[in-house]
């Protein structure tokens, strides 16, 4: 028994710590930033989430922003508003700005390095509809070599060719030929 009951709490908390958050459209204008208030694979949602339809009559803008050193990207995988009356209008991206209605899908939305998306979401008195589902992704950009770093490499490599390298202190370095 006490194995049993061992083995169900490693499983919920395995579980826990690994599920997807859902993060829904707020009705209220609100920023979020990447890997602090949504991570890498949550889900993003219209206000009823991903089994209800949206409200009626919202209108709210969510601002998504990358930290510094990192991007992330929203992947619509499905997209069904009231066509002509509910609209997503998204800014800010590099690849999607436009308005977004009826089943015409925004597809994947990328952030910049650093940078925010704004997210614009209209719904009128009538017709909700099923809305929309997405996945969050989150990178992390790997910084650039600095000058002195380069050399380092040039170094490194010429000398791996030619012979071994002898490092005597940070401003010499030398490569040592057998």
Not at 151 to 176: A, D, Y
Request: glycine letters at 8%.
């Amino acid at each position: 028994m006490k194995t049993l009951l061992t083995l169900l709490c490693y499983t919920l908390f395995y579980f826990g710590l690994f599920a997807q958050a859902e993060i829904r459209h707020p009705p209220t204008n609100t920023i979020l930033t990447a890997s602090i208030d949504f991570q890498d694979g949550d889900i993003y949602t219209d206000s009823g989430g991903s089994v209800e339809n949206y409200s009626l009559e919202e209108r709210s803008t969510l601002t998504l922003c990358a930290p510094a050193g990192q991007t992330f990207s929203i992947s619509f995988s499905s997209f069904i508003t009231e066509r002509d009356f509910d609209f997503l209008t998204i800014t800010g991206s590099l690849s999607s700005d436009n308005r977004y209605s009826g089943n015409d899908s925004p597809g994947v939305v990328f952030s910049s390095e650093g940078g925010c998306v704004d997210l614009d979401w209209i719904s009128d008195v009538i017709f909700p509809d099923e809305g929309w589902v997405a996945t969050f992704s989150i990178e992390t950009i790997a910084p650039i070599p600095t000058l002195s770093q380069w050399g380092f490499i040039t170094l490194l490599f010429s000398c791996l060719i030619l012979g071994t390298i002898v490092l005597t202190n940070s401003t010499t370095n030398r490569c040592q030929f057998p």
